[in-house]
């Protein structure tokens, strides 16, 4: 049973454009919402994330917007730069207190280009 | 955020041997996670350890399989017991930052090749 389903496999973008990596879920237990990224022989970092009581939340060039209704939400990237190139993992969980157990999609590996 | 680091950073096994991966942190923190990452797969939990409890394991994950310890509140260790190929992956620790914190700070991974 996937509840998190990152259907798109990869992205390719130019520099300097908008990179919109989406997610659905369909626990709706779940109450944050994390983004992680992840470069190859490294572990994941935290990101951004978002509350289910928001539908947005920015913190520089990274934006997600949070449509609870579908279970589904996106991370927006503007402008892309070739450093963001890595796979970007949903990480929903259910706040049930500190340390919560994270369930994570399968990742979308963005690629931009110079 | 807490600094995370794991030994070995890789490893080449044989079948039937066991492996312990250390995972170590610069703060003290009350639980420790366990993650896989098989090829091609996503992020999946293996455990949760408390400091001074029996380990927690995930549907699927057993104690004889891999077994985790927990001496003190920066250390953890998990052993990938029996191995057999499909257990070749990256392993991975985590801990959580405090009540208030929803996010999880990952080491960097331990990649295991078992032939």
């Known amino acids: 049973d996937q509840q998190v389903k990152q259907n798109s496999p990869s992205l390719s973008v130019q520099e300097g454009r908008i990179s919109i990596l989406n997610c659905d879920y369909t626990?709706?237990?779940?109450?944050?919402f994390l983004w992680y990224k992840k470069y190859p022989a490294e572990g994941p970092t935290f990101l951004i994330s978002?509350?289910?009581?928001?539908d947005k939340n920015e913190d520089g060039r990274f934006t997600v917007f949070l449509n609870k209704s579908a279970k589904h939400l996106s991370l927006h990237i503007v402008p892309s730069q070739p450093g963001d190139s890595a796979v970007y993992f949903c990480?929903?969980?259910?706040?049930?207190?500190?340390?919560?157990?994270?369930?994570f999609g399968k990742g979308i590996t963005l690629s931009v280009r110079p | 955020s807490a600094v995370i680091s794991q030994k070995p950073s890789r490893d080449i096994c044989q079948r039937g041997t066991s492996l312990t991966i250390q995972c170590q942190v610069d703060?003290?923190?009350?639980?420790m996670f366990w993650y896989r990452q098989q090829p091609g797969q996503s992020l999946t939990l293996i455990a949760t350890a408390n400091q001074g409890s029996e380990a927690t394991y995930e549907s699927g994950f057993v104690i004889d399989k891999f077994p985790i310890s927990r001496p003190n509140l920066t250390f953890s260790t998990l052993t990938v017991s029996n191995m057999s190929p499909e257990d070749s992956s990256i392993y991975l620790c985590?801990?959580?930052?405090?009540?208030?914190?929803?996010?999880?700070?990952f080491g960097p991974g331990t990649r295991l090749t078992v032939l």
């Open positions: 990480a929903p969980i259910p706040f049930t207190g500190a340390n919560s157990k994270l369930t």
């Open positions: 703060s003290q923190v009350t639980m």
């Open positions: 978002i509350s289910s009581i928001k």
């Open positions: 626990n709706s237990m779940f109450d944050y």
């Open positions: 985590s801990v959580g930052q405090g009540f208030l914190s929803v996010e999880q700070f």
